[in-house]
């Protein structure tokens, strides 16, 4: 059993930061990919950045967003600067898991609800 917690969402004004993060637990052998995805209301998931050796990013967030990993504690953070309303969303943390039974998945955290103000 391998589950994703997140934290560090919550409400803050346009022009702010707020640094997620996201720690993965159980009987995990490996992680490749880790990821961040977003939903606002009435739209689809989305990706927003990625990162195995190399970090990718949404359009959306280049040169706002940071993604790193720290592989000896299982956990990725998304730093966000420069915060817009329209970044307003649930933040859902993913991971491709390899678990000590040497069994893939993909895993997803419950979410964290970020709201940029006006």
């Known amino acids: 059993q391998v589950q994703l917690v997140e934290s560090g969402g919550g409400l803050v004004q346009a022009g702010g930061s707020l640094r997620l993060s996201c720690a993965a637990s159980?009987?995990?052998?490996?992680?490749?990919?880790m990821g961040w995805y977003r939903q606002a209301p009435g739209n689809q998931r989305e990706l927003v950045a990625s990162?195995?050796?190399?970090?990718k990013y949404a359009d959306s967030v280049e040169g706002r967003f940071s993604i790193s990993r720290d592989n000896a504690k299982n956990t990725v953070y998304l730093q966000m600067n420069s915060l817009k309303p329209e970044d307003t969303a649930v933040y859902y943390c993913?991971?491709?898991?390899?678990?000590?039974?040497?069994?893939?998945?993909?895993?997803w955290g419950q979410g964290t609800l970020v709201t940029v103000s006006s």
């Open positions: 993913n991971a491709d898991v390899v678990a000590t039974t040497r069994a893939r998945f993909i895993v």
């Open positions: 159980g009987s995990i052998f490996s992680i490749n990919d």
């Open positions: 990162i195995t050796r190399e970090a």
